[in-house]
């Protein structure tokens, strides 16, 4: 498998706060990879570093074989959607999609598509501010998926979602990873990770505690689904790492 981040005894801290404490990682081209801890295990603060809006106080991260060296122009290739979104409150639909589209110098300013698929056709010219949170989240995910980046940080994605968008994004998911693309999932729902994942990283105070499949994970724990197998880390504690990211 060809590997799209390598992130080698990453470490981070926030004053006296340190966050992640040797973190290492491997996220292999077209799988969805999983990251999982606890409040406060680093999960954020990874993802921050990936997006360039941290930098590592120690260690290596590569993208496609570059090393993070506060170049942003990889940036270009890697999508996000936030737990959260964020947009002017002035703003359509349709304006965020055009800015975006002029801040990448992109041809077309949205992918009808993604607006078919996530029914944004009618809020399309609606002001953010009077869209419902729901809908706020179909515009985050569609976003996300702009530009078809080879890379995308979801961060509980279909929080706020109603069961049939929740159903459209995971089916996305899947067309796009066998499509090729990777995805780095984070999510409190383990019944959405155990169905999207290939691989589970967990995170616990800053490392990573376990990284291999769903199928090892469950082995090495003696539990029969995922959310089983996560408390049972989780309860360990400081048990060692297993099945972590080669060298």
Not at 217 to 239: F, N
């Amino acid at each position: 498998m060809v590997r799209v981040v390598r992130a080698r005894g990453v470490t981070k801290a926030y004053g006296r706060l340190q966050v992640l404490q040797g973190l290492d990682l491997d996220v292999e081209r077209g799988q969805v990879t999983a990251i999982i801890g606890p409040n406060a295990s680093g999960k954020t603060t990874f993802n921050k570093i990936l997006l360039g809006l941290v930098r590592a106080d120690g260690g290596e991260v590569e993208i496609d074989g570059r090393r993070l060296n506060g170049d942003s122009a990889y940036r270009a290739h890697i999508g996000y959607m936030p737990q959260a979104a964020r947009f002017p409150e002035n703003l359509t639909a349709d304006d965020v999609f055009r800015m975006l589209a002029d801040l990448r110098g992109a041809a077309t300013a949205r992918d009808d598509e993604l607006v078919d698929a996530f029914a944004l056709g009618p809020v399309l010219r609606t002001p953010i501010r009077v869209l419902s949170g729901g809908m706020r989240q179909r515009v985050n995910a569609a976003l996300a998926f702009l530009f078809r980046p080879a890379l995308l940080l979801l961060d509980e994605p279909t929080a706020g979602l109603d069961p049939i968008s929740s159903g459209t994004l995971k089916d996305k998911i899947r067309r796009e990873r066998e499509a090729g693309r990777t995805f780095i999932l984070t999510s409190h729902v383990m019944s959405e990770l155990e169905e999207l994942s290939d691989r589970i990283a967990f995170l616990l105070d800053g490392r990573v505690h376990f990284s291999g499949t769903q199928d090892e994970l469950k082995s090495l724990t003696g539990e029969s689904t995922l959310e089983r197998a996560i408390a049972h880390l989780m309860r360990q504690g400081t048990s060692a790492p297993h099945g972590g990211a080669r060298a």
